[in-house]
């Protein structure tokens, strides 16, 4: 192994010089590095300003409006792509091939977020997801893929501070004891999520260049990455994919707001501009949401018979002909029997489209109908006016609204919520009639647009929409947090992926919902996946061992069948105490974590936040909140239902009970709360813990 650092800086590894270092001396080697650095920012801007430059002269060069458009968006969107964030690494790698690789002998390649070139088109750094570049990921002193020495780079804000090497085809190889792969990771969180590409592990790599056909469903224990392995894998399938997934769109599913502002700058960071991110709820909204439901009534409205009951209640709307046709198109009358449209009606039904594609459907086999007549009396093909007055035809259109009516999502739910005949009849053999009458609104409103719909309603809605029209679908969809998604909302994400693949990323331990999921193959199923390989990630890189091994107790009592979680972190602290006074112990303990690098999470039960934050507030100790990613402040006070997915530096956890008091689920709310913390973790309490932490 060869490590060289640059001199007199406390945080970085104290250089090893070899006895005879074959490669020359280390100073000279890492000011080479500095340079080529130079040279490939310098190379950057100037791939940039050329961008620039065609973006602002595209109207000059294209040859009509439409090409000018196309070319400015593809400019605009190529110019951000080529953003470089002067704090962050442009290369954190390098690979140094031997003469056994034929294909590259003798070669080095620099590794980092995206491809360079010099003017001459030669590449400076070669993007992380180049087929080259796996092997900074998967060569091994076992299988070294005829790489000589693999290289890693350690920065402080964008500077260039030192290096490390394995030389892999003599047997070196650090793996997790590289101290930079170590001090990368373990660098303190502040701000919003960063990307990982200098830390991938082997395990991860091998999930983020799945091919784009696969699903795939990932098991993570806290602190394993999963959440990193999914946005790595959408911006490797961008990068590989380019013009199929930039027409058909990437989707990034999380479970609030306050997630995916903290993810948000992982993808531009690695140049991925154009994904789509969304809570499901965002997805789902077609109505405005006014009101909260019961939560037995909520659990029962997220339950999959539901998707039944819908699908029946529609088809109760399709009717039998029962008599026949006469139009009139001012020169003829044209009639049809009901023969022909028993025969319409019938075939349309047993072809499955959506309801309104079935409606259009018999629309056009009707007027077919009457085409055929007008060519056998006029022995000519009508005209298609002739053919579009025929389809607006009053008989015709009576003839629709009677055998198949026009519906709206929202008009079939409100239906069905608020007429017990209708409700009774599409959940006959399916629910109870004590659930029916649960799903009756105490106030129902005399039209959809007079209903106060719920967050629930609205999932019903867009399975209503998904029966009566089809969705428009993405390429792939990465979904996150995904074991508190109910069937319902597993059946919307699938009407979006039905043409594409997903990538499933949660932990049943974590899951918190009423209707969490146990089984990974059941979500599947209603996602449309069954067959999708479901792979644990069970070593963490994050959270502490001694952390991991608190939350853990907590695993036999949340009826999981998940294997624990295991770190490889055996630094960070843990601090459990009884406090007298909650408030002013959360001050203390909060001035305490100041004094250490790295951001500062409060996390309590939800009708405790407030006065937490205004005790560090009267102690002159400012505060932010999940939804803000950007604040300066370095303390945010988080309540306990919305911190999954996000991580401090430091954690300090207020009164675990109460947590746990707060909703049915309220131990694996607690599980999800204590694995937070990257460094350290304090937890304050004065009624007794819990008693599988006890």
Request: hydrophobic fraction near 45%; charged fraction near 25%.
């Amino acid at each position: 192994m060869t490590l060289a650092a640059e001199p007199d800086r406390a945080s970085l590894p104290d250089p090893v010089q070899p006895d005879a270092s074959p490669e020359g001396d280390l100073d000279a080697q890492l000011a080479a590095e500095r340079a080529h650095l130079d040279t490939s920012r310098a190379a950057l801007r100037r791939m940039r300003e050329r961008a620039e430059a065609l973006f602002a002269t595209g109207d000059k060069v294209a040859g009509d409006a439409y090409t000018a458009e196309q070319l400015g968006r593809h400019m605009a969107r190529r110019v951000k792509e080529l953003a470089d964030d002067p704090t962050t690494p442009l290369f954190f790698g390098r690979l140094d091939f031997g003469d056994a690789d034929a294909d590259h002998a003798g070669r080095e390649y620099h590794v980092g977020r995206r491809h360079v070139t010099d003017e001459a088109g030669e590449p400076l750094v070669l993007d992380w997801r180049a087929p080259i570049s796996r092997s900074f990921y998967r060569a091994s002193a076992r299988d070294p893929q005829g790489v000589a020495v693999r290289r890693r780079f350690g920065f402080s804000s964008g500077v260039l501070t030192s290096f490390e090497d394995e030389h892999l085809d003599r047997g070196e190889e650090l793996g997790t004891a590289s101290r930079i792969l170590t001090a990368e990771i373990e660098r303190p969180r502040v701000g919003p999520m960063r990307d990982i590409v200098a830390t991938i592990q082997p395990e991860q790599d091998e999930l983020v260049r799945a091919d784009l056909t696969d699903s795939i469903c990932v098991q993570g224990a806290p602190g394993t990455g999963k959440t990193a392995v999914g946005l790595h894998r959408a911006a490797y399938l961008l990068y590989l994919h380019r013009e199929r997934l930039r027409r058909s769109g990437v989707l990034i599913v999380g479970p609030n707001r306050a997630f995916l502002s903290y993810i948000a700058a992982v993808l531009p960071a690695l140049g991925e501009v154009e994904v789509e991110q969304a809570t499901v709820e965002d997805l789902v909204v077609r109505v405005p949401v006014r009101a909260v439901d019961d939560p037995a009534v909520a659990t029962l409205k997220h339950d999959v018979r539901m998707a039944e009951v819908l699908r029946r209640a529609a088809e109760a709307h399709i009717g039998t002909p029962t008599e026949p046709i006469m139009v009139s198109d001012g020169s003829f009358r044209w009639r049809i029997g009901l023969d022909p449209l028993h025969r319409v009606v019938d075939e349309t039904r047993r072809e499955g489209l959506p309801y309104a594609t079935g409606r259009e459907r018999v629309r056009a086999r009707v007027v077919g109908l009457l085409q055929r007549q007008s060519e056998a009396r006029r022995a000519e093909s009508p005209s298609d006016g002739w053919l579009r007055r025929m389809g607006k035809a009053k008989p015709v259109t009576a003839f629709l609204d009677a055998v198949w009516p026009a519906l709206t999502p929202e008009g079939l739910v409100h239906r069905l919520l608020t007429d017990p005949d209708t409700l009774a009849a599409a959940a006959d053999g399916l629910l109870t009639a004590e659930e029916q009458e649960l799903l009756r609104p105490a106030k129902p409103g005399r039209t959809p647009k007079a209903m106060k719909w719920t967050a629930a309603d609205a999932v019903l809605i867009d399975e209503a929409a998904g029966l009566i029209e089809r969705p428009a679908g993405f390429g792939h969809v990465v979904v996150d947090e995904a074991q508190d998604l109910s069937p319902m909302q597993c059946r919307a994400i699938a009407r979006r992926s039905e043409h594409g693949s997903i990538t499933l990323l949660g932990d049943l331990a974590q899951g918190t919902a009423p209707w969490a999921a146990t089984d990974w193959r059941e979500s599947l199923a209603h996602l449309g996946k069954p067959d999708a390989a479901v792979v644990p990630l069970s070593v963490g890189f994050r959270v502490p061992a001694a952390v991991v091994a608190f939350a853990n107790r907590l695993l036999p009592a949340l009826a999981v069948d998940v294997p624990p979680a295991r770190s490889l972190r055996r630094d960070g602290a843990l601090d459990v105490r009884t406090a007298d006074d909650l408030a002013a112990a959360t001050v203390a303990e909060v001035r305490a974590a100041l004094a250490h690098d790295g951001s500062v999470g409060v996390i309590a039960a939800d009708d405790a936040v407030d006065g937490l934050r205004a005790a560090l507030a009267a102690a002159g100790i400012e505060t932010g909140t999940a939804d803000d990613v950007d604040s300066a402040a370095r303390v945010t006070v988080v309540p306990a239902t919305l911190v999954k997915g996000l991580e401090y530096d430091h954690v300090v956890v207020v009164e675990p009970a109460a947590i746990v008091a707060a909703e049915p689920r309220g131990l694996h709310r607690l599980y999800v709360v204590l694995t937070r913390a990257v460094s350290r973790l304090a937890v304050l309490h004065t009624a007794p813990l819990p008693a599988p932490l006890g």
